[in-house]
């Protein structure tokens, strides 16, 4: 593993009752990387995040944010630590207005509301004008802006995004592509990012890793990418 990594997971397994999904799932991200983890539906990449973050419990493995262990904390301290989460299909507050919606993603940070309004604006100026709408009235890329920017509200030393392109348009797919991209530099965040669409995976990754059957079975060159066919078996040695 390489010792300049910010968050480590190693050997996870988890699953739902007895039904396993994850199998030994081992992959690493250093501060200001964005990883792209890439696999057809189904495969556990939703478990993957939900494990990362604790609300899944893993029955082995190591999950490590600069060096301490996360593993059987529960999700509100992980999220205290620095594990920042944009779960598939957003989960905004509908009945809560913007404003109210980042404001909470502050809520454990500490932070003065106002500073942390301040700053969503200015990492996505398309907010100002949403501040006072409810989250349920935005089109589904303002919602994933507004996902987006309750997570980092909380002040995240490593974010973790599911499909953040699922049903946003493309101009807003490309927004969030650059800002993804500056904000991982600017702050130093290890990002972890789950998608199931190449071109955006191509775009923001500086590491594309490839997951089926529970496990990670390979890192996928930017270059092979456009060949890639997610469904292929691949052998199974771990990244
Ligand atoms: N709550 C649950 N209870 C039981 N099994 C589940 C549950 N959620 C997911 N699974 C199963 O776990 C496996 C992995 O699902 P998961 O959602 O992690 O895959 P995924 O790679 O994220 O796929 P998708 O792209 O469709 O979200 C699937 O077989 C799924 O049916």
């Known amino acids: 593993m390489n010792e300049q990594s910010l968050f480590t997971a190693s050997e996870l397994r988890a699953g739902y009752g007895r039904v396993p999904v994850l199998d030994g799932v081992t992959f690493s991200a250093r501060q200001a990387e964005i990883v792209g983890l890439l696999g057809p539906n189904g495969m556990g990449k939703t478990t993957l995040l939900k494990t990362l973050i604790g609300v899944l419990p893993c029955s082995s493995g190591s999950i490590l944010l600069d060096g301490v262990e996360l593993r059987t904390m529960p999700a509100h301290e992980r999220a205290r630590l620095g594990i920042g989460y944009v779960p598939q299909g957003r989960e905004i507050f509908a009945g809560l207005t913007v404003r109210e919606n980042i404001a909470f993603g502050a809520a ?14 200015a990492d996505f100026p398309v907010l100002e004008r949403l501040l006072d709408r409810k989250g349920g009235a935005l089109s589904g890329g303002e919602q994933q802006i507004l996902a987006l920017a309750r997570a980092l509200a909380g002040d995240p030393r490593v974010l973790l995004l599911d499909e953040p392109t699922e049903g946003v348009a493309p101009a807003i797919v490309e927004d969030i592509e650059r800002q993804l991209i500056k904000l991982a530099r600017e702050r130093s965040l290890a990002v972890v990012v789950v998608e199931q669409d190449v071109d955006f995976l191509a775009t923001v990754s500086d590491r594309i890793l490839q997951m089926q059957k529970g496990r990670i079975v390979r890192e996928v060159p930017a270059a092979d990418l456009a060949e890639t066919d997610i469904f292929a078996p691949v052998s199974q040695t771990n990244s």
């Open 108 to 121: 454990s940070s500490g932070r003065a509301r106002r500073a942390v309004i301040e700053r969503a604006v």
